[in-house]
């Protein structure tokens, strides 16, 4: 079984610190900066390992039907996740995947998914305005997002369901007012 030792090691290897602050993304900065597109199969397998096992305790008795891929990743971290929760937890059944695209959702998939229960992967959530923005949208067409699953969870607190991460990573400054 993973454990959180083994976490802090593969992200220990992957992190870069600096004196000044660096941007991330467009909107806020920080003094570290987690370089995900190097980390190895196995260090993917042991992290979306890690990130079913809390899904599966964080929801209980709640079962996703449903993860939806947000766009901008590096990583193959979603269909990993995917697949091992599908192996360990869901009896061996193949729970979908799908790449979530706002015209996907706009042309059949909201409604081909209405209803189902679902999770929000992304490799690196930071202040959380594009996942909530994908939320909001996948829940005007009827599709209830359980929780947000991630790699590494930057976001300034709470949001509207658990965000269950491999990784807490320190925090970022925001550059410009959200909204």
């Not at 042991?46 to 039907?65: D, F, G, S, W």
Request: proline share 5%; with cysteine.
């Amino acid at each position: 079984m993973v454990d959180f030792d083994d976490i802090s090691e593969i992200f220990e290897r992957v992190t870069d610190r600096f004196e000044d602050p660096v941007p991330i993304g467009g909107r806020c900065e920080s003094r570290t900066y987690y370089r995900v597109q190097d980390l190895t199969d196995s260090d993917l397998d042991i992290c979306a390992e890690y990130v079913a096992r809390r899904i599966k305790n964080v929801l209980a008795p709640q079962l996703p039907q449903l993860f939806l891929k947000l766009p901008g990743g590096y990583s193959f971290f979603a269909e990993r996740l995917c697949a091992i929760y599908s192996e360990l937890y869901a009896g061996g059944r193949e729970i979908p995947l799908e790449q979530y695209l706002e015209s996907k959702i706009s042309n059949g998939h909201g409604e081909k998914y209405r209803g189902h229960n679902a999770i929000m992967v992304t490799d690196v959530i930071t202040t959380a305005r594009s996942s909530l923005e994908a939320h909001t949208r996948a829940t005007l067409k009827g599709i209830k997002v359980l929780a947000w699953a991630t790699l590494i969870d930057r976001t300034f607190g709470p949001g509207p369901v658990p965000v269950v991460s491999a990784f807490t990573g320190a925090s970022v400054r925001l550059l410009t007012q959200i909204g």
